[in-house]
């Protein structure tokens, strides 16, 4: 237990300077282990590293597209910092993206968004991700206010449920797949309009980065000052410690954790909104691609400090970028980059003895 | 729906239910002695994998099992390590283990098999009880199965009974009650626990072989499809009992059956409604469906002398 009367305010310095080191020490060790693995596969390290960089910044397009993953690993990252601030563990990363896609392609297909003025077109299906993303959170919320169940258990099956019902969506006619023409029509939805899509910041397709960047970096600093500056944020932290001192105080437990669980939920539905409308434009099976956990690996190797999110999810970005390179040209699976993503959480989590704090 | 249907619905039922008994008894036995172990979903896929590979590369489905239980002992100890020894936070441990496995599986498979994938693996042989078996219908449907899930069925009847009748049990609670009074009696805590977590990792390990070479004879990337968290729903909706534990696992195993059987009947529900029941019938039972909960006092914290 963390004893309060000696904890120290965190200011806004990011983080305490021994967890940078053994998080990149992590970072390197487990990167190093990756290069042994590709060479006990018998794969020419060269080969595979050459198409690994390729993969992350051989290419305008290839950044673009890391950098657009890191955005969807950054927002989930962030929510989940702003709930681990409450000591909840938000790990519905995965079932919020997919609600959020859901509820993008929904009204960005059939909401009659696409005639409306002043990038409305996009704002409705993005606003529609947020609060869809917002409920899903809330529903973990409501059951740990009123069951006292485990936020982590209850996510976790929430985002089983989430998945399989993108599934319903994209299968069934009657919800969102296309209008079936054949027997050989693709369980998808149909492509959402010219309108409803992001603009991109270029607005040229050769670097396709949408404005989903500016906006996630707002969302950051908003964030950072939210936890570090504000009553919220000390009130967050409060419950977090000890909620039995901070109700005494006169701060309402489940007020917070209603509020931190939906605001998780919220940014990891506007994550799916941004990759649905940004990038993907039509939703399929398998939309949410593992990116949930991704951005929740990102979020635990911060320890809590939103700079660290952002340089967590911009490694894994482009670490995913340049594994999916891998695979094509190299044929090394991706599955190597879980391996990766793996060791670091362990090590860290084992790491946190030696440095007195736990994530 | 006749009696047939409904002895083929018992018995997949039963074979549905069974990863989730073995392993949802492991993480009873873990979180009663305080550890809440999240990696049973890694240590089912990782006993899955060796179980598959260990029957395939000797031929006997016999040494493939006894290879998945020492293949899974590491994964267990590194769990035990880091929950009791290094004192990590449980959850994220095992969330850690979990996408640790599940990459490591999903590479060494490909590996492995790559463009063998198709090869069939040598299961484990079927049983029926005597007399059982002889029963029209339900002997052949519901009793004639793979010899693993009877056995596994004496592990889950032996482990009530020490926990309920021995000194064993006694420890076993009062580590995850009062881990300072075991630890004043002269018992160690951190023993206790690194061999609860061990048993868990035991009992994962023969729900990972039982999907693998016992019901499906074959291994398919992430093939345990969040069964590990359902194991553990099981455990909380049975409020940490045994009994309530199977009940609940029992109850999991019937709404995966349903997927396989409502289409036989003509009965039109969507598909994914279906694979999806299961995870909400856990929803809901961890939702309060049962009321309050009562989580061992100690769960999720380890224990140090102060």
């Known amino acids: 237990m963390t ?16 967890s940078v080191v053994i998080s990149i020490a992590a970072v390197l060790a487990a990167g ?30 290839a950044i673009a597209a890391s950098i657009n993953r890191s955005i969807a690993f950054a927002l989930v990252g962030i929510g989940f910092v702003i709930a681990n601030r409450a000591n909840l563990v938000n790990v519905g990363g995965e079932g919020q993206i997919a609600v959020g896609g859901i509820a993008a392609t929904a009204v960005a297909l059939y909401g009659h ?19 869809a993303g917002m409920l899903w959170g809330s529903i973990a919320a409501a059951l740990k206010i009123k ?35 054949s027997s050989a029509t693709l369980p998808e939805s149909l492509e959402i309009p010219d309108a409803t899509k992001l603009p991109l910041l270029t607005g040229d397709y050769s670097f396709p980065v949408h404005i989903g960047l500016p906006a ?35 701060i309402s437990y489940s007020r917070m954790v209603l509020l931190s669980l939906a605001a998780a939920g919220a940014l990891g539905g506007l994550a799916g909104g941004f990759m649905l409308l940004g990038e993907q434009y039509v939703l399929k099976d398998g939309f949410s691609s593992g990116y949930g956990f991704d951005g929740l690996v990102a979020g635990l190797l911060a320890r809590g400090s ?46 946190a003895y030696f440095i007195g704090r736990r994530p | 729906m006749t009696w047939e249907l409904f002895a083929v619905f018992v018995g997949s039922s039963l074979r549905l239910a069974v990863p989730l008994l073995l392993a949802g008894t492991g993480e009873l036995v873990s979180e009663r002695a305080g550890v809440l172990n999240m990696s049973i979903e890694g240590m089912m896929l990782a006993g899955a994998f060796a179980a598959a590979v260990g029957a395939w590369a000797t031929g006997s489905p016999m040494l493939g099992l006894m290879i998945c239980v020492i293949a899974v002992l590491p994964v267990a100890l590194l769990q035990a390590l880091l929950s009791n020894t290094l004192r990590a936070n449980q959850i994220v441990t095992g969330i850690g283990i979990n996408i640790l496995i599940l ?34 219908y339900f002997g052949e449907a519901v009793f004639q ?26 420890v076993v609670h009062a580590a995850g009650a009062e881990p300072r009074a075991v630890d004043k009696s002269g018992i160690s805590v951190t023993l206790v626990r690194y061999l609860v977590v061990i048993f868990a990792g035991f009992m994962s390990a023969l729900a990972g072989a039982f999907l693998s070479i016992g019901d499906i004879h074959t291994f398919t990337e992430g093939m345990t499809r969040g069964a590990g968290y359902l194991a553990i729903a099981a455990v909380i909706f049975g409020k940490w009992t045994i009994g309530g534990c199977i009940l609940a696992c029992l109850l999991f195993g019937a709404a995966t059956a349903l997927q396989f059987q409502l289409p036989t009947l003509g009965i039109d529900v969507p598909n994914a409604l279906l694979i999806m029941l299961p995870y909400l019938l856990a929803l809901l039972a961890v939702g309060g469906l049962t009321g309050r909960q009562t989580a061992p006092r100690a769960l999720g914290e380890p224990y140090f002398r102060r």
């Open chain 1, 113 to 131: 968004v696409e005639g409306l003025p002043a990038g409305l077109a996009f704002l409705i299906p993005l606003l529609a991700a947020t609060v």
């Open chain 2, 103 to 136: 990459g490591a599986t999903t590479l060494a498979y490909r590996e492995i098999f790559g463009a063998r994938s198709r090869e069939q693996i040598p299961g484990l042989s079927k049983w029926s009880p005597p007399l059982l078996g002889n029963i029209p």
């Open chain 1, 147 to 181: 069951a006292g169940t485990n936020e982590v258990i209850s996510t976790l099956l929430l985002s089983f449920i989430a998945v399989w019902l993108l599934y319903w969506c994209v299968q069934s006619p009657v919800l969102l797949r296309k209008p079936m023409t």
């Open chain 1, 32 to 61: 190093l282990l990756g290069v042994v693995l590709i060479f006990a596969m018998g794969v020419s390290v060269s080969d595979a590293l050459a198409a690994f960089i390729q993969g992350t910044v051989g290419t305008p397009y």
């Open chain 1, 306 to 351: 939103i700079v660290g999110v952002i340089a967590a999810a911009l490694l894994f970005g482009f670490l995913r970028s340049g594994g999916i390179n891998m695979e094509m040209v190299a044929a090394v699976p991706t599955a190597l980059v879980m391996v990766i993503q793996g060791l670091i959480v362990v090590t860290l989590a084992g790491a």
């Open chain 1, 216 to 250: 996630t970096v707002v969302i950051a600093i908003v964030a950072a000052i939210v936890l570090a500056k504000t009553v919220f944020g000390l009130r967050l932290r409060a419950v977090g410690f000890n909620p039995i001192a901070a109700s005494r105080a006169g």
């Open chain 1, 3 to 18: 004893d309060v009367a000696t904890h120290k305010p965190r200011s806004w310095r990011v983080m305490p300077a021994p």
């Open chain 2, 145 to 170: 199965q793979v010899w693993l899930l009877y056995a596994g069925l004496a592990i889950i009847a032996l482990t009530a009974l020490v926990l309920r009748y021995t000194s064993i049990g006694l």
